[in-house]
């Protein structure tokens, strides 16, 4: 059987207005994105609705994420909400999401894996893998770890963090369903063509493997 597609997830900088990213998550879209992540920490609910409502006019909503915000997800019937440290339990945010959304929740640790798994996540974002501007002066993760968890969960892990497109076989081959990308999509000068590289990496990662 040919393995499922492998996923492209693309997270918004926290740093570009509404109009820009409806410009990239279009371009994206066509370069081979799975989902994007809302991921706007300083932005209220409200503004975070207008965006979901703006973007699904240009991608399917199903393909839409948010981050943190459980209730904005359920109220506007996005693809699902990505839950952070601080945000609901996977537990809590089931009860609010119908069961075709998906909960997903950040991960740094075996521990905080089984423990998200055991709630009731549908997947797991495991990071930052490989050093990253989005967490300045942390030590990266690598992949070690990172292939304990995969063996340990039975539900899908999406490697994150500082991933190129050169990178993405090592994380492929430490048995991730995907991989999410912020900077080597948002900073790129022409997002179709970055999301392109990405979209090419994965599906011929096997290919590439050292
Ligand atoms: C051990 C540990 N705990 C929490 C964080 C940061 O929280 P996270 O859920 O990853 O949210 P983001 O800031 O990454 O959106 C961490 N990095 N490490
Ligand atoms: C939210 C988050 N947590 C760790 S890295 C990251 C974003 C990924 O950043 P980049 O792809 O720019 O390294
Ligand atoms: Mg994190």
Redesign the pocket.
């Known amino acids: 059987m040919r393995p499922a597609c492998p996923e492209l997830h693309v997270?918004t900088s926290g740093r570009h207005e509404r109009d820009h990213v409806l410009r990239m998550a279009e371009a994206a879209n066509k370069g081979g994105m799975t989902y994007l992540h809302i991921?706007e920490k300083h932005r209220t609910a409200q503004e975070i609705a207008e965006w979901v409502e703006a973007l699904a006019g240009i991608i399917p909503r199903v393909q839409i994420i948010v981050n943190d915000r459980v209730d904005v997800a359920a109220a506007y019937g996005c693809g699902g909400s990505h839950l952070a440290y601080h945000s609901l339990s996977p537990e809590a945010a089931r009860r609010i999401l119908r069961s075709n959304q998906l909960i997903g929740r950040?991960v740094h640790s075996l521990e905080e894996a089984c423990l998200a798994a055991e709630q009731g996540a549908d997947y797991l974002?495991y990071?930052?893998i490989?050093a990253?501007?989005?967490?300045p002066g942390l030590a990266p993760r690598g992949t070690e770890e990172l292939r304990t968890i995969v063996s340990r969960v039975d539900i899908p892990v999406i490697g994150?963090?500082?991933?190129r497109p050169e990178l993405v076989p090592q994380v492929m081959g430490a048995g991730c369903k995907g991989i999410?990308?912020?900077?080597?999509i948002?900073?790129a000068e022409d997002y179709y063509k970055a999301a392109r590289a990405y979209r090419e990496a994965l599906d011929h990662w096997e290919e590439n493997t050292g």
Do not use: C, E, N
């Not at 994150?160 to 991933?163: H, Q, S, T, V």
């Not at 999410?180 to 080597?184: D, E, F, K, M």
């Open positions: 997270i991921r950040s974002l990071g930052h490989f990253s501007g989005s967490k994150l963090g500082g991933i999410a990308v912020l900077s080597g948002t900073d």
